[in-house]
C-alpha cells in the first residue's frame, strides 16, 4: 500500500511517522518532521507496528457462557445478536442506566464521540465515563475554573524552547515522551532554568538545573508556599493581577500561612530550593517568559484539583498566562486525553465541551442528533464510582468497556475484578485479549490505530490525522461499525453512521459554539495545514494556536485566582503501614501494557515491574538488590523486583503500572477521590514491605497461594532524616 503519513499509535506527543507496508504486508516505521517531535521518536513508536501482526491479535469474535469456561469463536452477527439481547433483557429488567459503558483516551475523536452519543441515543444511560478520569481529570477541573477553558498546552509545543524558565511538577517526560525533552533542552542550552518537583531523580531531573525532590503528596503545600516567596519577595505582577485577574486577596490570605521554613518541614523541599525556583521563575516572567507544566505526579492525588490550582495560581501572580512563551499548562498523557474528554464519553459532558445539564447545550446537541432534549440522560457517576457500582443493588448489570483495561488501570484492583465478576454481562472491545477482555462474556475484536481512519487532538490542541496504512485482519472490524450496527438492533441505527469522515462532520456540528468548537476544522484542512488547533468555529477561522493573549474565556475575561488549602493525603504512613509508595511509567511501556507487553522488542527490554527503594530503606527492611518484594497497603498487594537506587527519597519507594495479576500495582494504590474532579489517588498510599521468599523450582505464587512459600518479612521503617542534600541533583 505504500508509505502513509500518520502519527504514533501510543501517547499525547502524537509523534509523526510514516507507516511503509511491503508487498507481505509487513510493515515499517519511520520517522516523520512535525513541530512537536522534530523526527524523534521513542521506542515505543519505532516498535508500534509490531503489534499489527501479532499473533496474540485478536481476530474473530469470541463467547462463552459463564465466567470461567472457554471461549469459542462466533460471528459478528451472532455476538451482536447476543449482545444486543443482554442490553435489551438487562434493560427490560432494570432500567436503561443498568447497562453501563466505559471507553478510553486512546479512542479518536471519531470514536470517543460516537461511543457518547450511542450511551445517550441508542442505550440513553447515563452510565458512561471514560479512563481519562485517571488520567487528566485534576488538570481539567482546574484549568476550567481558573481560565474557563481547559486545553493541556495554551501554546503550541515548540513555544516552550523560546521561553527562560520551565517547572514541571510530577513529570517524567524523558521516560514517557522522550521526543519532548528536546523543547526542554533548548531552555537549558540558552541558559535558562529547568525545575523539576518530582519524589524521584527521574531521567528527566537529571537533564534539570533544580530538582525539588517533593514528599508524595505534598505538591499542594509546595503551589501554596512558592506563592507566598513570590509575593513576599516581590515578584507579583501587581499590573498582571490588577488588570487581568479575580481573586488574589482571598488566594493570598491562604498562601501567607506557607512560609518557607513550613513547607519546608511539609514537603522536604529547602527553603534555599524554594526561593531559587520563584527567582528564576520571576526572571524569566521579566526576561523571555517562564512556564509552568503539571502532569501525572501533582494531579493524581485527591487534592489533585487544589494542586493544579495553586501552580495555576503561581502563575497568575507572575503574570505569565497569556504572555509569549510563558503561562500554564498540563501534560496530556494518553494519545488523544484532549480530543476524548471534549466529545462526551465524559459522564458529565455532551460535545464541544458543553455541560449535559445545561438545557442550551441538551438542546443543540439533541438538534444534531435528532432526537428530544428531554430523551438525554443526565450526568453519570466517574469511572471509579461507576466501577464501584457494577453489580450491586441499582448498579449496571451490563457493560460495554471501549479502549481500557481497567483491571489493571483502576485503583484497588482486586475489588475492581470483584466488581466486573459481579455483571451479568460483560462486553470488550479489544485488539488483544487485555486483562479485562479475559473476564468477559463476549470479546469483540477491533481496529487498531493503523488499520483505521480518523483525528486525533494532541497535547497541544492541535486536532491531526490517522491515517489508514494497512487493511485490517479479516474478522476485525472498527468500533465505528460495531456500534452502528448495535444501534441498528436497538432499533436507532438510522442516526449513526460508520464512517469515520461522516462522523467527524457531524462532531463538528455538535461541538459549533462550544467551548471545544470544531466546527471549522475539516479533514481537508488538517491534511493541508498539518493540523488545526481548536478553537476554530468557522471554515475561514485560522484555528486558535495560542490561547489568552485577549482575554481569557470567562464571563468577565479575567482569569480567576482560587484559594486552595494544603491537606495531607487520604492515607498517611503508619506503623503497619510506614512507607510511602508511588507510581508511573517506565520507557519502554505504555498504560496497563496490554500493547506494549505484546511487543517482543518491548517486553524483551523491561520483563517484569521494579520496585525502586533507597539502600537505606531497603538495610532497614532487610532487602537486597534484586530481591522479590510484596508492597502491602490496605487493600491489597504487589510484587515486583527490588532495584536499589540512591534517586528515590528513602521514605517512599516507586513501581510501574503496567503490568497485571499479582504484578499489577493498582491492587495496592488508593481509590480515594478528588472531590471536584474525581480523580483517584494514585500518587500515594502507605504500604509495607515484604521480602518474598521463593522455594526452590518456585515461582511467586498470590494470595492464599498453595505453590510457592512466601514469608512475610521485616517491617521497614520510616525515616526522617533525608534532605535534598542526600541523592537529589
Ligand atoms: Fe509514540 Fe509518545 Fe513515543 Fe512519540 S513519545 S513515539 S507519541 S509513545
Redesign the pocket.
Known amino acids: 500500500m505504500g508509505t502513509t503519513a500518520t ?9 509523526a ?1 510514516t507507516l511503509t507496508a511491503d508487498a507481505g504486508g509487513r510493515v515499517t516505521v519511520g520517522p516523520r518532521d512535525f513541530p512537536t ?1 522534530r523526527g ?7 516498535t ?1 507496528a509490531d503489534l499489527l501482526g501479532s499473533p496474540e491479535r485478536l481476530t474473530t469474535p469470541l463467547l462463552r457462557d459463564g465466567r470461567s469456561g472457554p471461549f469459542r469463536e462466533a460471528t459478528w452477527d451472532e455476538a451482536l445478536e447476543i449482545v444486543a439481547g443482554r442490553i435489551r433483557d438487562t434493560q427490560r429488567a432494570h432500567g436503561r442506566d443498568a447497562v453501563a459503558v466505559l471507553g478510553g483516551g486512546g479512542l479518536t475523536n471519531e470514536k470517543a464521540y460516537q461511543l457518547g452519543k450511542f450511551a445517550r441515543v441508542a442505550l440513553r444511560t447515563k452510565n458512561i465515563d471514560y479512563n481519562g478520569r485517571y488520567c487528566m481529570s485534576s488538570a481539567a477541573a482546574a484549568s476550567n475554573r481558573a481560565f474557563g477553558i481547559d486545553r493541556g498546552l495554551p501554546f503550541p509545543l515548540p513555544d516552550l524552547a523560546e521561553t527562560g524558565a520551565v517547572l514541571i511538577a510530577g513529570g517524567n517526560v524523558a521516560e ?5 525533552v528536546q523543547h526542554l533542552a533548548a531552555v537549558v542550552d540558552r541558559g535558562g532554568s529547568l525545575i523539576i518537583a518530582d519524589p524521584r531523580r527521574t531521567a528527566t531531573v537529571e537533564r534539570a538545573t533544580l530538582h525539588l525532590p517533593v514528599m508524595p503528596g505534598t505538591d499542594l503545600a509546595l503551589a501554596l508556599g512558592l506563592l507566598h516567596i513570590a509575593v513576599a519577595d516581590g515578584h507579583a505582577d501587581r499590573a498582571y493581577i490588577q488588570d487581568r485577574t479575580t481573586g488574589f486577596e482571598e488566594t493570598w490570605r491562604a498562601a501567607a500561612q506557607w512560609w518557607p521554613e513550613r513547607v519546608e518541614r511539609v514537603t522536604g523541599v529547602s527553603v534555599l530550593a524554594q526561593r531559587a525556583t520563584v527567582a528564576q521563575l520571576a526572571a524569566g516572567a521579566r526576561g523571555r517568559g517562564a512556564v509552568v507544566l503539571t502532569a501525572r505526579g501533582a494531579e493524581q492525588q485527591s487534592k489533585g484539583t487544589d494542586t493544579v490550582t495553586a501552580l495555576i495560581n503561581l502563575t497568575l501572580a507572575l503574570g505569565l498566562p497569556g504572555k509569549p512563551h510563558s503561562g500554564f499548562g498540563c501534560i496530556t498523557g494518553q ?1 488523544n486525553g484532549q480530543g476524548g474528554r471534549e466529545h462526551g464519553q465524559k459522564a458529565d459532558q455532551l460535545p464541544g465541551y458543553r455541560k449535559i445539564d445545561d438545557p442550551a447545550a441538551r438542546a443543540h446537541v439533541a438538534g444534531v442528533w435528532g432526537v428530544d432534549p428531554d430523551e438525554l440522560p443526565g450526568p453519570g457517576p466517574s469511572a471509579y464510582e461507576l466501577i464501584e457500582s457494577l453489580g450491586a443493588d441499582g448498579g449496571p448489570r451490563t457493560l460495554l468497556v471501549h479502549g481500557t483495561n481497567l483491571a489493571v488501570s483502576s485503583p484497588r484492583g482486586r475489588r475492581v475484578v470483584e466488581r466486573l465478576a459481579a455483571l451479568d454481562t460483560l462486553v470488550v472491545c479489544d485488539v488483544v485479549m487485555s486483562e479485562t477482555a479475559a473476564l468477559a462474556d463476549v470479546v469483540l475484536p477491533v481496529t487498531q490505530w493503523a488499520e483505521e481512519d480518523g483525528t486525533m487532538t494532541n497535547l497541544e490542541g492541535r486536532v491531526i490525522r490517522r491515517r489508514r496504512a494497512v487493511a485490517p485482519p479479516p474478522g476485525v472490524r472498527s468500533e465505528l461499525e460495531m456500534l452502528t450496527a448495535l444501534a441498528d438492533r436497538l432499533g436507532r441505527g438510522d442516526r449513526f453512521s460508520a464512517d469515520p469522515e461522516t462522523v467527524f462532520d457531524e462532531l463538528r456540528r455538535a461541538s459549533a459554539g462550544g467551548i471545544a468548537d470544531y466546527a471549522g476544522i475539516s479533514w481537508d484542512r488538517i491534511d493541508a495545514e498539518g493540523g488545526v488547533f481548536w478553537p476554530c468555529p468557522s471554515d475561514t477561522h485560522p484555528g486558535t494556536p495560542r490561547l489568552f493573549a485577549d482575554g481569557f474565556p470567562t464571563p468577565d475575561g479575567r482569569a480567576r485566582f482560587v484559594a486552595v488549602e494544603h491537606r495531607p493525603p487520604a492515607e498517611d504512613v503508619d506503623a503497619d503501614h510506614p512507607v510511602y509508595l508511588t507510581t508511573g511509567r517506565v520507557l519502554q511501556q ?1 498504560q496497563s501494557g496490554a500493547q506494549t507487553r505484546r511487543v517482543p522488542a518491548l517486553a524483551a527490554a523491561v520483563t517484569e515491574p521494579h520496585v525502586e527503594i533507597h539502600p537505606d530503606l531497603a538495610g532497614r527492611s532487610g532487602l537486597a538488590d534484586g530481591d522479590l518484594v510484596r508492597v502491602v497497603s490496605r487493600r491489597g498487594d504487589a510484587v515486583g523486583r527490588v532495584r536499589l537506587t540512591t534517586t528515590i527519597r528513602p521514605d517512599t519507594v516507586f513501581m510501574p503500572f503496567h503490568w497485571g495479576g499479582e504484578q499489577a500495582v493498582n491492587r495496592v494504590t488508593n481509590p480515594a477521590l478528588d472531590p471536584i474532579s474525581r480523580m483517584p489517588e494514585f500518587k500515594v498510599c502507605a504500604v509495607r514491605l515484604e521480602r518474598v521468599v521463593v522455594s526452590q523450582g518456585g515461582s511467586c505464587g498470590t494470595d492464599g497461594d498453595t505453590g510457592p512459600e512466601v514469608s512475610p518479612s521485616r517491617r521497614s521503617r520510616p525515616t526522617a532524616d533525608w534532605s535534598e542534600g542526600g541523592s537529589a541533583a
Open positions: 502519527h504514533c499509535a501510543y501517547c499525547a506527543l502524537q509523534c511517522m517531535n524523534g521518536l521513542c521506542q515505543k513508536g519505532w508500534a514517557t515522551m522522550p521526543p519532548f494519545g505504555y
